[in-house]
């Protein structure tokens, strides 16, 4: 569990550690970045944190992967046991993995098609609009699905699986920011910015 300290464009999620672990800060295009270990070190944004419903969102973080192994979970939104909207690296690939509140259907797995390079950093974005769920990685989409229901749950959790008890991934994450509503094309550009973590954007977050 972490406490937020801090919340701004040169700072993005500051915090105080606590059960689960501690994270290392390093500086990144004049902002910072958090590391981690693939253990234990996740970021819970609590158990209210925002419920998309039958809405919008968008999703974008960029990620500095360490390993290719198993599939981790750079950001979620739901629960362990009702709906989960989940942005995550996926073997060497980023993915997503959705699931509605009534938990019908198969599960959407969605995989792109960039192979991940360790050490390397990757904007990735995941958009819901409607019920169609597309993923870009350095803004270029690369994989989308439809997917129907209503998504209700709210916790939100960075670097881990719901409850941070499995699913950390292992490398350094920055400027982490979501939307109530989806990113237009042009929105998409501009946070990419080209391969440079944006310091402004043309649609102000919901969190970040």
């Given at each position: 569990?972490f406490t937020?300290?801090?919340?701004g464009?040169?700072?993005?999620?500051?915090s105080?550690?606590?059960?689960?672990?501690?994270?290392?800060?390093?500086?990144?295009?004049?902002?910072?970045?958090m590391?981690f270990?693939?253990a234990?070190s996740?970021?819970?944004?609590g158990s209210?944190f925002?419920?998309v419903?039958?809405g919008?969102?968008?999703?974008?973080?960029w990620?500095?992967?360490?390993t290719q192994?198993?599939?981790n979970d750079?950001?979620a939104?739901?629960s362990n046991t009702g709906?989960?909207?989940r942005?995550q690296?996926?073997?060497?690939?980023f993915g997503?993995?959705?699931n509605n509140?009534?938990?019908t259907?198969?599960?959407a797995?969605l995989?792109?098609s960039?192979?991940?390079t360790?050490g390397?950093w990757?904007n990735?974005m995941?958009?819901?609009?409607g019920t169609t769920?597309t993923l870009?990685?350095?803004?270029?989409s690369?994989?989308?699905?439809?997917?129907?229901?209503?998504?209700?749950?709210?916790?939100?959790?960075i670097g881990?699986y719901?409850?941070?008890?499995s699913g950390?991934?292992?490398?350094k994450?920055?400027?982490?920011?979501i939307?109530?509503?989806?990113?237009?094309s042009d929105?998409?550009i501009?946070v990419?910015?080209?391969g440079?973590?944006q310091?402004?954007?043309?649609?102000?977050p919901?969190?970040?």
């Amino acid at each position: 569990m972490f406490t937020t300290i801090g919340v701004g464009i040169a700072t993005i999620f500051k915090s105080t550690p606590g059960a689960g672990g501690a994270f290392e800060y390093t500086a990144i295009d004049n902002s910072f970045s958090m590391d981690f270990d693939g253990a234990n070190s996740y970021f819970d944004l609590g158990s209210s944190f925002l419920q998309v419903g039958s809405g919008d969102v968008s999703i974008s973080a960029w990620v500095n992967p360490q390993t290719q192994t198993g599939n981790n979970d750079i950001v979620a939104i739901g629960s362990n046991t009702g709906s989960r909207i989940r942005l995550q690296r996926r073997g060497n690939n980023f993915g997503a993995y959705i699931n509605n509140s009534a938990g019908t259907g198969p599960a959407a797995a969605l995989t792109g098609s960039t192979t991940i390079t360790n050490g390397i950093w990757y904007n990735v974005m995941l958009i819901k609009s409607g019920t169609t769920f597309t993923l870009y990685v350095n803004g270029t989409s690369e994989a989308s699905g439809t997917y129907t229901g209503v998504f209700d749950e709210q916790e939100g959790i960075i670097g881990a699986y719901f409850g941070g008890g499995s699913g950390f991934i292992e490398g350094k994450l920055s400027n982490i920011a979501i939307w109530d509503s989806a990113l237009s094309s042009d929105d998409i550009i501009n946070v990419y910015n080209y391969g440079a973590p944006q310091t402004s954007y043309t649609v102000t977050p919901t969190a970040w």
